[in-house]
């Protein structure tokens, strides 16, 4: 896809809605590799150079995401990716699978979920 005012400005608005039904902060959204490399290494580190490769890739340490439109064929491919993206930052525990597609299915159809809570320890006797 080429990437224009128009379309970045639709991806930050869908970001924006998906970021509140999912109950995470809003990610910072980087769109070309361009912006990827320009980012400071400490954030970007691990999919730095091979970014590119990618549709999508979270940086979840420090909130960042990379949507790769160039490489992304159409709308729909899109949504899916950065609902995907999305997905990692809400459940980051999870690694891609049968449950992890569920979420990025349910994601897709409108899903609301709630804050993310670490489970507390049970106390034991």
């Given at each position: 896809m080429k990437l224009d005012d128009d379309l970045k400005l639709q991806i930050l608005e869908k970001v924006g809605i998906y970021s509140q039904r999912f109950s995470i902060p809003e990610p910072v959204i980087l769109l070309t590799t361009k912006e990827v490399l320009d980012a400071p290494r400490e954030m970007t580190e691990g999919r730095r150079t091979s970014a590119y490769k990618y549709y999508g890739v979270s940086y979840l340490q420090h909130n960042l995401v990379f949507l790769n439109v160039r490489k992304i064929p159409d709308e729909k491919t899109l949504e899916n990716t950065l609902v995907h993206e999305l997905i990692h930052m809400r459940f980051p525990y999870l690694a891609h699978g049968k449950r992890f597609n569920k979420l990025v299915?349910?994601?897709?159809?409108?899903?609301?979920?709630?804050?993310?809570k670490k489970r507390s320890k049970i106390p034991s006797f």
């Open positions: 299915r349910q994601g897709l159809k409108g899903k609301t979920f709630s804050p993310y």
